[in-house]
T-cell receptor
Framework: DGGITQSPKYLFRKEGQNVTLSCEQN?????MYWYRQDPGQGLRLIYY???????QKGDIAEGYSVSREKKESFPLTVTSAQKNPTAFYLC?????????????FGPGTRLTVT | EDKVVQSPLSLVVHEGDTVTLNCSYE??????LLWYKQEKKAPTFLFML????IEKKSGRLSSILDKKELFSILNITATQTGDSAVYLC?????????????FGKGTKLSVIP
């Protein structure tokens, strides 16, 4: 079955540690996105990538980093510089030339930093 | 800066009631407005609206867009407990060379038996 996999579903880390969230898709989509969602808030764009080896900052990129070495994978690293990392993180992808309403979402990772 | 505002932020109704959720926006280079349903996991796509006045319907849900007044409404008739969720409005607009989504904070709908 085609889809987007995010792992783990729940992640706990101590303050000051970097943590990497995984996002893998087997939909052959070109574009991939990372969003952050806080309680009572909508989704906010962290980073996105239209093609392999290229990515752009979204609205709230500070304290995060990404890589896009393979089409299928778009990992997100939450660095110790991110002041409030506890949140729900969603990865998404769209096909080449596709509209954003065609965006597929992964199941999400809930990150808790204490 | 693009902005999407949803109201109310939360709503509690009884089964069978009809509800109207609101979404207003201020964006440049508008392309479409999207509605999603989110139940403690990833959002599920409901509607895409691009033109004013054309009502989109799916069962008990319907939505309409007013591009002149810059708002959209989502109606749910004969609500059921399964409609309890957060409803997100997002606007697709061109920014920094590609289309992006700007989300509102959502309306949390609770339907009680």
């Amino acid at each position: 079955d085609g889809g987007i996999t995010q792992s783990p579903k729940y992640l706990f880390r101590k303050e000051g540690q970097n943590v990497t969230l995984s996002c893998e898709q087997n939909l052959n989509h070109d574009a991939m996105y990372w969003y952050r969602q806080d309680p009572g808030q909508g989704l906010r764009l962290i980073y996105y990538s239209q093609i392999v080896n290229d990515f752009q900052k979204g609205d709230i990129a500070e304290g995060y980093s990404v890589s896009r070495e393979k089409k299928e994978s778009f990992p997100l690293t939450v660095t110790s510089a991110q002041k409030n990392p506890t949140a729900f993180y969603l990865c998404a992808s769209t096909p080449r030339g596709g509209n954003l309403y065609e965006q597929y979402f992964g199941p999400g990772t809930r990150l808790t930093v204490t | 800066e693009d902005k999407v505002v949803q109201s109310p932020l939360s709503l509690v109704v009884h089964e069978g009631d009809t509800v109207t959720l609101n979404c207003s926006y201020e964006v440049t280079n508008f392309r479409s407005l999207l509605w999603y349903k989110q139940e403690k996991k990833a959002p599920t796509f409901l509607f895409m609206l691009t033109s004013s006045g054309i009502e989109k319907k799916s069962g008990r849900l319907s939505s309409i867009l007013d591009k002149k007044e810059l708002f959209s409404i989502l109606n749910i008739t004969a609500t059921q407990t399964g409609d309890s969720a957060v409803y997100l409005c997002a606007v697709e607009a061109l920014g920094a060379g590609s289309y992006q989504l700007t989300f509102g904070k959502g309306t949390k709908l609770s339907v009680i038996p």
